[in-house]
C-alpha cells in the first residue's frame, strides 16, 4: 500500500479544474427571497396548489465545471393538504425540461418533505444550467406549500 503526500494539487490545463470522481464539484442553494422561504417564519405564506403544476418558486442557475458529471437534486418544503384526495408531487425542472417529480404526501397535516434525485444529463463545461422546484397536486381540495427550497450538487464522475 501507497501513501500519497501533496501540498498543492495543481489542474493540467489551466480552467480545467481538478475533478475527483465521486467528489462534489460545486454545491448551489435556493430559496426564495420572502413569503416561502426557509427563514421566514413570522411572516409566511405558502403556495396554494389545487389541481396545478406550480414551477419555479425558487431555482438555482449555474454554469456546468465537468461534461461527465452529473447532479444531484433535492427539493423541499413543509406542505400541508386539506384532503388525500388526488397525489401531491415534488421535484424539479431543467432548463425549461420535462417535470422530474416524486409522490410526496399522503395525509391530511403540515410535513416536512426533501425529496433526493440524480440527473445524468449530459452537456459541456460552460453550459448555463437552471434548475427550478416543481410542485403539484392532482386535485382540488386545499394543497400548500411554505419553507421551499432546492439544493444542486454537482458531482464529479
Not at 432548463?95 to 426533501?114: C, F, K, L, P, T
Not at 416543481?134 to 406549500?145: D, E, R, S
Request: with cysteine.
Amino acid at each position: 500500500m501507497s501513501i500519497l503526500k501533496v501540498d498543492t494539487i495543481n489542474e493540467k490545463t489551466t480552467g480545467n479544474g481538478v475533478h475527483i470522481p465521486g467528489h462534489i464539484i460545486q454545491v448551489h442553494y435556493g430559496t426564495p427571497t420572502s413569503g416561502q422561504n426557509m427563514t421566514d417564519v413570522s411572516g409566511q405564506s405558502s403556495v396554494n396548489i389545487n389541481n396545478a403544476t406550480v414551477r419555479g418558486t425558487t431555482s438555482v442557475s449555474f454554469s456546468r465545471q465537468d461534461a461527465n458529471s452529473f447532479f444531484l437534486v433535492q427539493v423541499g418544503a413543509t406542505v400541508g393538504r386539506a384532503s388525500t384526495a388526488g397525489e401531491m408531487r415534488m421535484g424539479y425542472r431543467l432548463n425549461s425540461g420535462s417535470d422530474q417529480v416524486a409522490y410526496i404526501a399522503d395525509n391530511e397535516s403540515w410535513q416536512r418533505v426533501d425529496p433526493l434525485f440524480k440527473d445524468t444529463t449530459t452537456g459541456s463545461v460552460g453550459d448555463t444550467v437552471a434548475f427550478e422546484t416543481v410542485i403539484a397536486n392532482t386535485a382540488a381540495t386545499g394543497n400548500y406549500a411554505r419553507h421551499v427550497m432546492i439544493c444542486v450538487w454537482e458531482i464529479a464522475q
